[in-house]
């Protein structure tokens, strides 16, 4: 019994290594690289690798209403690629980044983990992202349009649960001296307790936000506001209004390449991604993806709101709608396994 109590820790220990892992090495290997499609499949082995490692010591997944919800998405999302236009280096883009989603999502909820990151693993963090800043990304804040310093570190830091105004202001200045508006946004957020009153109020400025850098088009500070990206939604709502099946169901997964006038960054070759992930899912599944993807974040969220773990999931959730990691919006994904996992656990425990 002692034999398979240490191999069941060992094992455990052994997947949530390799899920870190899958997230490091994105900073690590952004640089170096020339362009996502280099070393997304190596993110994409060590999750699953940790998913073997995971179902190998924990034989009971987890379904729930919330999960139903989430599988239906994920489900549907892939169907799409069957009234897509069977583009393969879109279709492989868009699978590997809807896969690490997808997994990202199961190997936290099947492992039942409900983890809260201790102050040192925040600062470790933020070190090791600053080594990487000052050496590979020789000092610059994006490299290949991706941001180093933030990357992970807002992640542990929305994971600890004594993270104190003190704290959080220290790396909102860190992050508006080494990084993007992404982490910055997502400092900002964190400030606030409801997740309720963050997801309302998010919502609202985020309009006001677009409004505004609509009225500053052609001034200085249209471009420390939103900038070209108030030019996406005309262009996804222009695209999916041709038909009512575009509408409802999008242009499918692995949609071909297209040129086209994005607002001040001029004609580029665009694949279908928008730096607002809602738009991507509008622009690929329709009217349907995006009501069956808020069905599922919603039901997560209502389920265990109170939890602490909410706070950064309403961050990452407001957050994807203006700009996400260079790697996708798995950060929505993790958040949300945790708090699906503490819901649990306080349902256990009472």
């Given at each position: 019994?002692?034999?398979?109590?240490?191999?069941?820790?060992?094992?455990?220990?052994?997947?949530?290594?390799?899920?870190?892992?899958?997230?490091?090495?994105?900073?690590?290997?952004?640089?170096?690289?020339?362009?996502?499609?280099?070393?997304?499949?190596?993110?994409?082995?060590?999750?699953?690798?940790?998913?073997?490692?995971?179902?190998?010591?924990?034989?009971?997944?987890?379904?729930?209403?919330?999960?139903?919800?989430?599988?239906?998405?994920?489900?549907?999302?892939?169907?799409?690629?069957?009234?897509?236009?069977?583009?393969?280096?879109?279709?492989?883009?868009?699978?590997?980044?809807?896969?690490?989603?997808?997994?990202?999502f199961v190997i936290i909820r099947t492992g039942a983990i409900v983890y809260e990151?201790?102050?040192?693993?925040?600062?470790?963090?933020?070190?090791?992202?600053?080594?990487?800043?000052?050496?590979?990304?020789?000092?610059?804040?994006?490299?290949?349009?991706?941001?180093?310093?933030?990357?992970?570190?807002?992640?542990?830091?929305?994971?600890?649960?004594?993270?104190?105004?003190?704290?959080?202001?220290?790396?909102?200045?860190?992050?508006?001296?080494?990084?993007?508006?992404?982490?910055?946004?997502?400092?900002?957020?964190?400030?606030?307790?409801?997740?309720?009153?963050?997801?309302?109020?998010?919502?609202?400025?985020?309009?006001?936000?677009?409004?505004?850098?609509?009225?500053?088009?052609?001034?200085?500070?249209?471009?420390?506001?939103?900038?070209?990206?108030?030019?996406?939604?005309?262009?996804?709502?222009?695209?999916?209004?041709?038909?009512?099946?575009?509408?409802?169901?999008?242009?499918?997964?692995?949609?071909?390449?297209?040129?086209?006038?994005?607002?001040?960054?001029?004609?580029?070759?665009?694949?279908?991604?928008?730096?607002?992930?809602?738009?991507?899912?509008?622009?690929?599944?329709?009217?349907?993806?995006?009501?069956?993807?808020?069905?599922?974040?919603?039901?997560?969220?209502?389920?265990?709101?109170?939890?602490?773990?909410?706070?950064?999931?309403?961050?990452?959730?407001l957050m994807s709608s203006i700009d996400s990691h260079r790697d996708g919006v798995?950060?929505?994904?993790?958040?949300?396994?945790?708090?699906?996992?503490?819901?649990?656990?306080?349902?256990?425990?009472?």
């Amino acid at each position: 019994m002692n034999k398979l109590t240490q191999r069941s820790s060992s094992l455990k220990l052994s997947y949530i290594h390799f899920f870190w892992f899958s997230i490091i090495l994105v900073p690590i290997l952004n640089p170096l690289s020339e362009g996502i499609s280099t070393y997304f499949p190596i993110k994409l082995f060590f999750l699953i690798i940790s998913l073997i490692l995971c179902l190998s010591c924990n034989s009971r997944v987890r379904i729930t209403k919330a999960d139903i919800a989430i599988y239906v998405y994920f489900l549907y999302s892939f169907l799409s690629f069957y009234w897509g236009d069977a583009s393969f280096a879109t279709s492989v883009m868009y699978f590997g980044f809807w896969l690490s989603y997808l997994l990202t999502f199961v190997i936290i909820r099947t492992g039942a983990i409900v983890y809260e990151s201790k102050l040192h693993y925040v600062f470790l963090a933020f070190f090791f992202e600053l080594i990487l800043y000052f050496t590979i990304y020789n000092a610059n804040k994006s490299v290949n349009g991706g941001y180093v310093v933030g990357h992970l570190t807002s992640v542990v830091l929305l994971m600890n649960f004594r993270s104190s105004f003190f704290l959080k202001s220290f790396f909102l200045v860190s992050f508006t001296y080494f990084t993007g508006i992404r982490f910055v946004g997502v400092i900002l957020i964190s400030y606030f307790k409801k997740p309720a009153f963050i997801l309302l109020s998010g919502v609202v400025g985020i309009f006001i936000l677009y409004y505004l850098t609509n009225l500053f088009i052609g001034t200085p500070i249209y471009s420390y506001l939103l900038g070209y990206r108030v030019a996406e939604p005309s262009f996804v709502f222009n695209s999916i209004s041709n038909s009512v099946l575009e509408l409802f169901f999008g242009h499918g997964f692995g949609s071909d390449s297209f040129t086209v006038k994005m607002g001040s960054k001029g004609v580029i070759e665009h694949s279908g991604i928008f730096h607002n992930f809602y738009l991507t899912v509008i622009y690929n599944t329709g009217l349907v993806g995006i009501t069956l993807l808020f069905i599922s974040l919603i039901s997560g969220l209502m389920s265990s709101r109170n939890c602490f773990y909410a706070i950064g999931f309403t961050a990452f959730i407001l957050m994807s709608s203006i700009d996400s990691h260079r790697d996708g919006v798995w950060a929505i994904f993790l958040f949300l396994a945790l708090l699906l996992n503490e819901r649990d656990r306080e349902i256990n425990n009472g």
